[in-house]
């Protein structure tokens, strides 16, 4: 079945040390999205790429980045995680026809800082 | 800013009873969607309203799109157990490909 999926599903770093999270899709989806989610909150856009564009959201920290080597795949790095940083991460597609429709997202990575 | 503010944050109902769930947004959209996330889980789209329409029912979803007042409304009936998620609306500002998200409604069905 198409779908998008993100790995680890669970992911434990310490303060400061680089993590990398991914996401992969199997629906030939030209753009792909990262979103935070925090406890009981709404999912805050971080970035997207739209083909190999990339969109950063204004209020993103420079502490997130991304890359895109291909369609299919997308990462998150977060360079120095603080504990702010704790949260759930998704990853999300959308396909462009005509107008935009609905984005399809993976199950998340529950990221913990220790 | 943002975008989409839902009400109620909390909803407790039970089961067979029908549940309702607003969303109100600030600004122009090409459509507004609705999403359901199971605890823990990713978001699933439920279904799509595009500007120019007022009402749509997939199953037993039942979306209004009031543009004049900027809200809409989600309202799934005969409600069951397995309903018990949070519910976010998400809106297109401008008709971008980005959504913006509402801060959900947490729907609890008790059995």
């Known amino acids: 079945d198409a779908m998008v999926i993100q790995n680890p599903r669970y992911q434990v770093t310490q303060f400061g040390k680089p993590v990398t999270l991914s996401c992969s899709q199997t629906l030939n989806h030209n753009v792909m999205y990262w979103y935070q989610q925090k406890s009981s909150q709404a999912p805050k856009l971080l970035f997207h790429y739209y083909d190999k564009d990339f969109n950063n959201e204004a209020d993103t920290p420079d502490n997130f980045q991304s890359r895109r080597p291909n369609t299919s795949f997308c990462f998150l790095d977060i360079r120095s995680p603080g504990l702010g940083d704790a949260a759930m991460y998704l990853c999300a597609t959308a396909g462009t026809s005509g107008s935009w429709n609905e984005q399809f997202f993976g199950p998340g990575t529950r990221l913990t800082v220790l | 800013s943002q975008q989409g503010e839902e009400d109620p944050q909390a909803l407790s109902i039970q089961e067979g009873e029908n549940a309702t769930m607003n969303c109100s947004y600030k600004?122009?959209?090409?459509?507004l969607q609705w999403y359901r996330q199971n605890s823990g889980r990713g978001l699933v789209h439920l279904i799509l309203i595009r500007s120019n329409e007022r009402e749509k029912h997939s199953g037993r979803l039942r979306v209004t799109l009031d543009t004049s007042k900027k809200s809409s409304s989600l309202l799934i009936t005969a409600s069951r157990a397995a309903d018990t998620a949070s519910y976010f609306c998400?809106?297109?500002?401008?008709?971008?490909?980005?959504?913006?998200f509402g801060k959900g409604t947490k729907l609890t069905v008790n059995p």
């Open positions: 600004t122009s959209i090409n459509n």
């Open positions: 998400a809106t297109d500002p401008g008709g971008s490909e980005k959504l913006v």
